[in-house]
């Protein structure tokens, strides 16, 4: 993906960070920080445990991303359990 945004280098062509559940295969943090820079979107997911929430939520707003954060999470609970901890980590 990075290599994509470099070629295309517009404004107008951006990413939509996934906060996907990290893996043996993916590391989701690597992953922000390498798209951090293109950031249109952040397509928060809850993560498991609340000092990794922290850790993505503050390398987005300390990069400078001011944007919307997209919740996408199972059930009512997760999603208010997401709206609680972005807004006691943004503000």
């Known amino acids: ?6 070629t ?4 107008y062509f951006g990413s939509y ?3 996907r ?6 590391d989701n943090v690597d992953y922000l920080v390498k798209m951090l820079p293109w950031a249109g979107g952040m397509s928060y997911r ?9 850790k993505m939520i503050h390398l ?7 944007g919307w954060y997209g919740i996408e999470s199972s059930g009512r ?3 208010k359990k997401g709206i609680t901890l972005l807004k006691k980590y943004l503000f």
């Not at 993906?1 to 470099?6: A, D, H, I, Y």
């Not at 809850?46 to 990794?52: A, D, K, R, V, W």
């Open 60 to 66: 987005a707003k300390s990069s400078g991303y001011r």
């Open 17 to 19: 960070p996934d906060w």
């Open 21 to 26: 559940q990290p893996s043996d295969n993916f």
């Open 46 to 54: 809850n993560q498991p445990s609340e000092e990794l929430t922290a």
């Open 8 to 11: 295309v280098n517009n404004l």
């Open 77 to 79: 609970e997760e999603i």
């Open 1 to 6: 993906m990075v290599s994509l945004m470099e």
